[in-house]
């Protein structure tokens, strides 16, 4: 997806080279910002600029357009005061240093239009003009005679980094993710609409500032955001909204269940006028409204005479079976995809407060808080009361124990666990067939929140009593324990077992293989489950199960020292915003992660704002490996300090979780620092602790971290060839370059050289820690940048135009992943790191 600055690049080069443009948007996308900002671009180089509006009011009067503008000339639609008009225009160009800029070119008179397009042929004039999508494609009058050419420009929706640095620069302070991936879903990247969102939500009440960052409270709809889609709605019929309307309460559908909904002549004309538009999802295309705002609009606004009308429509087609229909692959829409899951998880959420408030049981009960714990669109004062009026129901001994879990844990996210794993053991002991769903539940948050046991808190726990869920429960809590502890081979046992008992589908046993493949160093078995899980949580758009299985996908790449593809993978999930019930798997592993990378391509800011917002949940460092945030904070210490101020920061996490009882992310750890620094005093510090995690990958890298110490060249080959064998070229190109920077080039090192040499000619890349490849210009430019110097002066100091400093600056900036010329020079500090 292009920036608006690389959109501004490209238009200026068109109108540069003598063809008109055509920017087309919907309301609020920016069109007469960038129009603007064009046309004070060319002003500033000293170019005339003809200005004129179309004026809906008035767009059948002719010549009114013009009249405004001050073309005194324009005085009505007769003959000759249309030749008057074309001569004082015409009269007013500088010849090659003219533009004229239109804005609502499709509102403007046809007479005034027919006047700018005369001008434009006769003096070749560049026109720049723009236009509402939603209205259609016409043009009031088309040019005759010469050829002109005009290229059309059409403005996507803004990405959410950028529309989040749009939005931040508006308003003057952050806004927390959960609520700017609402913001984000309901605006469709729109800008416009998006601060219109925040702005109103702000004025109502529901959003509110604390410390400098905005995050909501409740509903971002408010009334006064009706008008907005009244507006928007305006140049369509009133069966055409109707149809729309339909389109919206059925939510996410196929294009043949869209069809046989509202009929194919109502589909093909809302999206002629770009109301619809067609998106992948997971590989699915799903019809979408565009822009978002509007199915909030139905949902709160339609009279409840209309609603059931509408309703009855919709019950026949899902009567017939609506759903998301096989077909072609379409280009994937970031923000209509976060919208598409925003809504799955409102439908969900709206279903289980009113079968709670038809019938409430301890069963619907618990279905509406996991689905209230999952949508940010609530209020907590809901939350404490569904609590207390579920006090006193009764149920089955498999409902309360549900309902036990899942109000317990929740308690556990709010920050009190201790008292939720000590309630959670209690309660197990009057449930003689469910207890073990509370005994696997407290032992897992106790891992996750407080500490990992010396010993299995569920071992010798008879289970022979217990149902088959709640036997599972036991084992996956017990798997969970083993993993944090490094004992990788009982986890594998203990994860088959449960396996074998054929209890219900539970997805995060599933992800604890994931994980048991992972610290095994059975990459591909890994990627494939997580890479499976993810395509089946995203074509279902459940939020939850995306989140995890993205988190473990990125976690393999990463293992894998495929860091490019980890970014992608957590870059798409991080737009989702919304809570996750199982932090440790989910949340904690993706900011942390996330943060890491941000650490590699040197971005403290945005690595301490990831970092800082597992601290704010009041969350800590997770058990599990990929969940600590040791790992960033120690990348960036090298980056700033050097080896040995990354290798402290490694010893000072592998401590912290040695303590906490997580042995094998302590351990990795502690291999990280060895190597940093390879020498004898960190390799007796750690070395023990290292040897008592047995995990095959743990064996396998603490022998290479001890012949690196020792400078064992032979070890070292041997275990290059190794990982050559495994078929693992990338890690063991990474293990030659780490020993020729440990043992240097000495006699004995000739057999690694070759080694390495060997793999660089196979076409591997060690992708450990990668930099980005800069032109000679652009280094020289991001110097000069990093300096605090502006683009004028770097222009004169390198005898270039502004704008060719404008072009490589941004291109730079795309390249860094950085937002803000200010972080410039520590992306600049991170890449002579790596070199």
């Not at 080069?13 to 046309?39: K, N």
């Not at 207890?435 to 569920?458: C, I, M, N």
Request: net charge negative.
């Amino acid at each position: 997806m292009s920036t608006r600055n690389e959109l501004f690049l490209s238009a200026v080069d068109v109108l540069q080279s003598g063809r008109s443009l055509d920017i087309e948007g919907e309301h609020g996308s920016g069109r007469t910002h960038l129009l603007r900002r064009i046309g004070d671009y060319f002003a500033a180089l000293g170019w005339k600029t003809i200005g004129a509006r179309g004026l809906s009011s008035f767009a059948q009067v002719p010549l009114v357009a013009l009249r405004v503008a001050g073309v005194e000339e324009a005085q009505d639609g007769r003959a000759a005061s249309i030749a008057a008009a074309v001569a004082a225009v015409s009269e007013s160009i500088s010849p090659g240093r003219t533009l004229i800029v239109v804005d609502d070119w499709d509102m403007l008179d046809p007479v005034s239009a027919g006047v700018l397009r005369t001008v434009q042929t006769e003096a070749s004039v560049p026109i720049l003009s723009s236009r509402l999508v939603h209205r259609g494609r016409h043009d009031p009058v088309l040019p005759t005679g010469a050829f002109t050419t005009t290229y059309a420009m059409r403005l996507p929706g803004m990405g959410y980094a950028e529309l989040e640095t749009a939005l931040e620069s508006a308003a003057g302070h952050r806004i927390d993710p959960a609520t700017l991936s609402r913001v984000f879903a309901k605006s469709g990247g729109n800008v416009g609409l998006a601060a219109a969102v925040v702005d109103a939500a702000h004025r109502g009440g529901t959003l509110v500032v604390e410390d400098g960052v905005a995050h909501a409270t409740g509903s971002l709809w408010t009334p006064s955001l009706r008008h907005m889609a009244e507006v928007i709605l305006h140049p369509l019929s009133r069966r055409a909204v109707d149809a729309l309307e339909i389109l919206g309460l059925l939510g996410p559908i196929g294009i043949a269940t869209a069809v046989r909904a509202v009929g194919v002549k109502r589909v093909s004309e809302l999206e002629d006028r770009s109301f619809l538009s067609v998106v992948d999802v997971a590989g699915v295309p799903v019809v979408s409204i565009r822009p978002p705002l509007l199915v909030e609009y139905f949902r709160h606004e339609s009279r409840a005479g209309r609603r059931s009308e509408l309703l009855a429509v919709v019950d026949d087609v899902l009567a017939d079976g609506a759903a998301l229909e096989d077909g072609a692959t379409t280009p994937r829409d970031a923000a209509v995809f976060v919208r598409l899951v925003h809504d799955r998880t409102r439908r969900r959420t709206l279903r289980a407060r009113e079968a709670w408030h038809s019938a409430p049981t301890l069963a619907t009960a618990t279905a509406l808080l996991s689905a209230l714990e999952l949508d940010g669109a609530h209020d907590a004062e809901e939350l404490d009361a569904l609590v207390a009026a579920a006090r006193g129901l009764d149920g089955a001994e498999r409902e309360r124990a549900e309902w036990e879990s899942a109000r317990l844990a929740e308690r556990a996210g709010r920050g009190d666990a201790a008292s939720a794993v000590a309630e959670l053991r209690a309660r197990a002991t009057t449930l003689p067939r469910e207890g073990g769903l509370l005994l696997g539940r407290a032992a897992e948050l106790e891992s996750t929140f407080l500490v990992v046991p010396e010993r299995d808190p569920l071992d010798g726990v008879d289970v022979s009593r217990f149902s088959a869920e709640a036997h599972a429960a036991v084992l996956r809590a017990r798997a969970f324990w083993m993993l944090a502890r490094g004992l990788g081979e009982q986890a594998d046992a203990v994860l088959a077992h449960r396996a074998a008992l054929g209890a219900e589908p539970d997805p995060i046993a599933d992800a604890l293989v994931v994980v048991s493949h992972l610290t095994a160093e059975r990459f591909d078995a890994a990627a494939r489950l997580a890479a499976e899980g993810l395509a089946a949580a995203q074509r279902d758009l459940d939020a939850t199960l995306i989140r995890m299985y993205a988190f473990l996908a990125a976690l393999c790449a990463s293992m894998d020292r495929r860091p490019d593809d980890a970014d992608h993978i957590l870059s798409e999930s991080a737009f989702l915003g919304l809570a996750a019930p199982h932090p440790s798997l989910s949340f904690i592993g993706l900011k942390t992660m996330a943060a890491e990378m941000a650490a590699r391509r040197g971005q403290r800011a945005l690595m301490e704002q990831l970092l800082a917002e597992v601290d704010s949940a009041g969350l800590v460092d997770g058990p599990l490996v990929g969940q600590t945030s040791g790992m960033p904070y120690a990348r960036m210490a090298f980056i700033e300090g050097g080896p040995t101020a990354a290798a402290a920061a490694c010893l000072d996490a592998g401590d912290a979780l040695w303590e906490r009882g997580a042995l094998f992310s302590a351990a990795c750890c502690y291999l990280e620092a060895v190597t940093y620094v390879p020498d004898e005093e960190i390799w007796a510090r750690v070395s023990d602790r290292i040897g008592e995690v047995r995990m095959s990958g743990i064996v396998r890298q603490g022998r290479i971290a001890e012949a690196l110490v020792r400078a064992d060249t032979d070890a070292l080959v041997a275990a290059i060839a190794e990982l050559e064998a495994a078929g693992r070229p990338r890690e063991a190109l990474n293990v030659a370059e780490t020993a020729l920077a440990a043992v240097g080039a000495s006699d004995s090192a000739g057999e690694i050289v070759a080694q390495r040499d060997r793999l660089r000619s196979a076409g591997t890349v060690d992708v450990g820690i990668p930099p980005v490849a800069l032109t000679r210009r652009e280094r020289e430019i991001a110097e000069l940048v990093a300096s605090g110097l502006s683009n004028a002066v770097i222009a004169e100091a390198l005898v270039v135009s502004v704008r060719t400093v404008e072009s490589h600056v941004n291109r730079l900036l795309r390249k860094a992943g950085v937002s803000r010329r200010q972080d410039v020079k520590a992306f600049l500090l991170a890449q002579d790191a790596l070199g």
